[in-house]
């Protein structure tokens, strides 16, 4: 939706339009009412006398610190034409990456609830039926069966059900707890670059953000100082913005260059070193991290390709292993029960 605004907004200033009418315009063009109000706040923002980006920058739920200095940068360099087309560009190719991994993701999660709605289906409500009909088998019921009664006759009492209602609950109130420790949330998103098929998928999503982010600051003319701290905020995962954040600081207190900075953290793979490495040397730095920023959307595809391959027939192993194993307990002691004809 930001995307679709800053795009809009850009054709409006573009054509000669004032921000204003652009903004008064765009409050009926059927946005969500956050971002509607924010708009019309912005608005109001701009008629008082503010700035586009002071304006922007009361509304931080709508519009993130990147995108303010991004929009402040504009202002100063006289190219808000040029930095809203930029934005809204960038905008455009991190949904379409978020989309991406959504859409890639949606089967194997289809898989995954048929797989617990049928199980609980045939667990709690097709095998009770054949309980009554066991119970008057003079026949030894095989462990699997044994196993199934049990697991059907837990469900029924009324402890159980209430734990498992509370259940959800509970894990939501610990997470919620937990997430507010910055040391959890630092181990946490650190465990998420390392995880086997999902490491290598959030890794490459945050090098892609890293550079295209990094990229279009230094397009709009941000310090390069500058530019690491907002670009950490906006990676989307706190151990990768932590790096970011000692990268800076190196550059501002030894007066590294950005290639020396990086070389030290093991967030940053040595082929992206060696491309800002030329990129500081040909002086074409911006151009350079969006190549690798192409490089990296290709990687996510990859990596994405690689893991659904991988899922979809786990998925179904697991699915055929729960019906197999109802189906078993079912039917085994009919089976001895024939046999015993």
């Known amino acids: 939706e ?15 339009i004032g921000l204003v009418k652009g903004l008064e315009a765009l409050q009926g063009q059927g946005f969500t009412k956050q971002t509607s109000r924010a708009t019309s706040d912005v608005a109001q923002g701009l008629t008082s006398g503010m700035s586009l980006s002071q304006s922007m920058a009361m509304r931080p739920d709508v519009f993130r610190p990147m995108y303010v200095r991004m929009i402040h940068a504009g202002e100063v360099s006289g190219s808000l034409d040029k930095i809203l087309d930029q934005l809204s560009n960038y905008l455009e190719r991190e949904l379409t990456l978020v989309r991406r991994v959504q859409a890639a993701l949606a089967y194997p999660a289809l898989i995954f609830l048929v797989c617990v709605a049928l199980t609980t289906f045939m667990v709690f409500f097709l095998f009770p039926t054949f309980v009554g009909f066991f119970d008057g088998l003079d026949i030894r019921l095989p462990a699997i069966t044994k196993s199934l009664l049990t697991i059907t006759n837990l469900s029924r009492e009324p402890a159980v059900l209430v734990t498992l209602a509370l259940l ?29 098929l999902l ?7 945050v090098l892609a953000r890293f550079s295209s982010t990094l990229s279009l600051l230094m397009k709009s003319g941000v310090l390069q100082f500058t530019t690491l701290n907002i670009t950490a905020g906006a990676v989307g995962n706190k151990a990768a913005e932590e790096a970011i954040e000692r990268c800076a600081e190196r550059i501002r207190d030894d007066g590294d260059s950005l290639s020396e900075a990086m070389s030290k953290e093991e967030l940053f793979p040595r082929m992206l070193v060696s491309l800002v490495l030329v990129g500081e040397e040909v002086g074409n730095l911006p151009r350079v991290l969006d190549l690798a920023s192409d490089g990296f959307e290709l990687d996510v595809d990859t990596t994405i390709s ?20 109802v189906l078993l307990a079912v039917f085994l002691p009919v089976y001895s029960m024939l046999d015993g004809l």
């Open 306 to 325: 690689r893991a659904t391959v991988m899922l979809e027939p786990l998925m179904l192993l697991i699915m055929g292993i729960v019906v197999g194993y």
């Open 168 to 196: 959800p609950f509970a894990i939501g109130y610990i997470v919620n707890h937990i997430r507010r420790s910055q040391s959890y949330i630092s181990w946490l998103s650190n465990t998420l670059l390392k995880l086997p």
């Open 2 to 16: 930001l995307a679709l605004l800053t795009r809009e907004l850009g054709m409006f200033f573009s054509s000669g």
């Open 199 to 205: 490491g290598p998928l959030n890794r490459a999503m």
